[in-house]
């Protein structure tokens, strides 16, 4: 699932809210992404808390902050307002959106912490190949298993998911219901193992994230000609 290389499909939506927020700086678009970003991570967090209610408002958080990184950029080239400055907030901001979303999730109530460092060290060296490829003259590099565009679908996703099987695995999941790691909405796939959504997208991100950082050094390394 390599969703950045379908941008083209989607172009009929960012073209005309680009134009909608081309009064804005892009730079402030960009900001804007991030501070929804913080917002999702603390949703995601205190989601144990109430999840009927912080669950979905975390999932449409993310969205939110994933569709403003994507217009952003677009923005700049249509006013033609781009700059290497802007490129570079962007993906420093876009990195440190990363840490905050996922380490929400990996210091939760939601997740193991250890697969959430697994999964947090997967998406930062895929994004590192990406634009080491860059640094030394290759290109920006986006192939790979899994994208920026991959895990924001992905982010979204995971609190749906897991609110449903809240619902699903729980006699009684009420508002209000005591939170209970293990027995509120954790997956038993035998054998002693218990696994939330959440657990399950962070090690996707582990083992994807680390395949593509792979695949992407490969690919730099076949470029690289001394």
Request: positive net charge.
């Amino acid at each position: 699932m390599v969703l950045d290389s379908k941008r083209d499909k989607v172009e009929f939506i960012m073209l005309p809210t680009a134009k909608r927020l081309s009064r804005f700086d892009p730079n402030s678009i960009s900001w804007a992404s991030f501070v929804v970003a913080c917002i999702a991570g603390l949703f995601i967090f205190f989601s144990p808390l109430s999840w009927e209610l912080l669950l979905p408002l975390s999932a449409v958080a993310v969205l939110i902050s994933g569709f403003l990184d994507a217009v952003d950029g677009k923005v700049a080239r249509i006013t033609g307002r781009a700059s290497k400055r802007g490129d570079l907030l962007d993906h420093i901001l876009d990195r440190y959106s990363d840490v905050v979303m996922i380490g929400a999730v990996a210091v939760s109530a939601w997740c193991n912490p250890y697969i959430g460092m697994l999964a947090i060290t997967g998406v930062l060296l895929t994004s590192y190949m990406g634009t080491q490829s860059q640094a030394i003259g290759a290109g920006r590099l986006y192939a790979g298993l899994l994208g920026r565009a991959d895990r924001v679908v992905l982010l979204t996703a995971a609190p749906i998911a897991q609110a449903f099987f809240v619902v699903l695995f729980t006699g009684d999941a009420s508002p209000g219901t005591a939170f209970m790691p293990m027995t509120f909405g954790w997956i038993n796939f035998g054998a002693g193992i218990y696994l939330s959504v959440f657990e399950i997208v962070m090690l996707w991100f582990a083992v994807i994230g680390n395949l593509t950082a792979v695949q992407r050094a490969l690919e730099i390394w076949r470029k690289v000609k001394n």
